[in-house]
């Protein structure tokens, strides 16, 4: 079963990289948006564009990056624990018993004799 926060990551990673695919096509192949929309593409010249273009490419392909990655992760990683869940542990672990440190290392009665080899004479 899916969490909220897988489903919220899993939409942050397809809207980052929709929009991503978007910048793309529309930078490098501007005619679409002609054929598909009826938006005539009007560019100032090659030079101001790459000088514009390249660094604002580079910028928001690392965001969207960051984007698909932070969606991914949330997509990807299990829900944690409800906090109910967790305070009643807690309170059970409270309720146990503690023993002493002496009673935990104290060793049955055999125990010892009944762990230890007999060694064979030597003559």
Known sequence: ???????????????CVVLAVFY????????????VFGIKA????DAQFWVIAIP????????MG??????????????????EEITSEIEEKKEEPVTTT???AKPTEGTE???????????
């Open 1 to 15: 079963m899916v969490s909220k926060d897988q489903s919220i990551g899993a939409a942050i990673l397809l809207v």
């Open 24 to 35: 793309l096509v529309t930078l490098f192949y501007p005619s679409w948006l002609e054929l």
């Open 42 to 45: 009007t560019w100032i010249s």
């Open 56 to 63: 604002v490419f580079i910028a928001f392909i690392a965001i």
């Open 66 to 83: 960051i984007g698909a990655w932070i969606g991914w992760t949330m997509a990807t990683t299990p829900p944690p624990k409800p906090i």
């Open 102 to 104: 002496e009673e935990q």
């Open 113 to 123: 004799e009944e762990k230890k080899p007999e060694r064979k004479k030597k003559n």
